[in-house]
């Protein structure tokens, strides 16, 4: 279970407030990625990262913003324009080389906005 | 870009049966193909995984298979336990330089005991 850490576990916010997740991970691995899951969706990817100072919009990127300034760090912002941010939210890592395509994940953080 | 769509959505089987989940893609380009298995509450994590050059691979209990003519990939679980009971997530990787994946939604199996 060791290499990603998400925290906190639990997060609760105000309508209105921007809440910054955090996501840690000590793989030596060039990518991260953020999920949000929701009940019968699936993992939709929001934001992701294959190397410092650099990241793409995933699917549902709307009402979200990252910064990748560290590799072991990939901070995700659900800003106050996301209008359905409660949400359980993954982040995931993985090595960027050859044929290894296996993501990691982190324990996750559910994020309820009220 | 890359759909991936997965079904049954829920499954249920009495211990002992056998369990199967089937995925279709979108990108001829898609040349990985995980499953993930997530416990309630918990982090998914990877089960088994098939890359586009092979068949069919084995690991224990689970199996999956690719039929890429068809674009359609399966999760096999033979003799369920119980403690198979979670959601099952396949997904697929698009040829290219980048590294993500595209999910499908997912499946509550649920073995009976």
């Known amino acids: 279970d060791g290499g990603i850490t998400q925290s906190p576990k639990y997060l609760f916010r105000k309508e209105g407030q921007n809440v910054t997740l955090s996501c840690e991970q000590n793989?030596?691995?060039?990518?991260m990625y953020w999920y949000r899951q929701d009940p019968g969706q699936g993992l939709r990817l929001i934001y992701y990262?294959?190397?410092?100072?650099?990241?793409q919009k995933g699917d549902i990127a709307e009402g979200y913003s990252v910064s990748r300034e560290k590799k072991e760090s990939f901070p995700l912002t659900v800003t106050s324009a996301q209008k359905n941010p409660t949400a359980f939210y993954l982040c995931?890592?993985?090595?960027?080389?050859?044929?290894?395509?296996?993501?990691?994940f982190g324990p996750g953080t559910r994020l309820t906005v009220t | 870009g890359e759909n991936v769509e997965q079904h049954p959505s829920t499954l249920s089987v009495q211990e002992g049966d056998s369990a199967v989940i089937k995925c279709t893609y979108s990108?001829?380009?898609?040349?990985?193909f995980p499953w993930y298995k997530q416990e309630l509450g918990k982090r998914p994590q990877l089960i088994i995984d098939?890359?586009?050059?092979?068949g069919e691979k084995k690991d224990q209990r689970i199996a999956v298979t690719l039929n890429k003519t068809a674009k359609h990939f399966s999760l096999h679980i033979t003799e369920t336990q119980p403690e198979d009971s979670a959601v099952y997530f396949c997904?697929?990787?698009?040829?290219?330089?980048?590294?993500?994946?595209?999910f499908g939604k997912g499946t509550l199996l649920t073995v009976n005991p």
């Open positions: 995931a890592s993985s090595i960027v080389a050859g044929f290894q395509y296996e993501q990691y």
């Open positions: 793989l030596n691995h060039d990518a």
């Open positions: 990262s294959q190397i410092v100072n650099d990241f």
């Open positions: 990108d001829s380009a898609s040349n990985y």
């Open positions: 098939i890359r586009s050059n092979v």
């Open positions: 997904a697929a990787r698009t040829g290219g330089s980048n590294y993500k994946l595209t």
